[in-house]
């Protein structure tokens, strides 16, 4: 009943920039935190960057400086500014968030399918 999907992914050289999108749909009370990971071909899924319902965020040492993460909590989105792209920023970028859909539920947390960035050298 709750969906999240990605936009935005694609094939960009190095040096350059993406903004990717996540649109949470369905039935939502509320979102708590909402964040961007990533899993490159061989490798563990590693977090990218986070941001809180009230805006605070966290970003992954190997980002910084780099991309910015943002969200409008009016419409359940979030993106995810990614500026500098290097070679190894290659992956496919997932969107996860922390999500009551009543007042009475527990907070869940939910995964959209994927988007391919891929940085060519």
């Known amino acids: 009943q709750v969906q999240l999907v990605e936009s935005g992914g694609g094939l960009v050289q190095a040096g350059g920039s993406l903004r990717l999108s996540c649109a949470a749909s369905?039935?939502?009370?509320?979102?708590?935190?909402m964040a961007w990971y990533r899993q490159a071909p061989g490798k563990q899924r590693e977090p990218v960057a986070a941001?809180?319902?009230?805006?605070?965020?966290n970003y992954a040492d190997s980002v910084k400086g780099r991309f910015t993460i943002s969200r409008d909590n009016a419409k359940n989105t979030m993106s995810l500014q990614m500026n500098s792209l290097k070679f190894e920023d290659t992956a496919v970028y997932y969107c996860?968030?922390?999500?009551?859909?009543?007042?009475?539920?527990?907070?869940?947390?939910?995964w959209g399918q994927g988007t391919q960035v891929t940085v060519s050298s």
């Open positions: 941001i809180t319902s009230n805006g605070s965020t």
């Open positions: 369905g039935s939502i009370f509320g979102i708590n935190t």
């Open positions: 996860t968030a922390e999500i009551r859909t009543t007042y009475r539920s527990r907070w869940s947390g939910y």
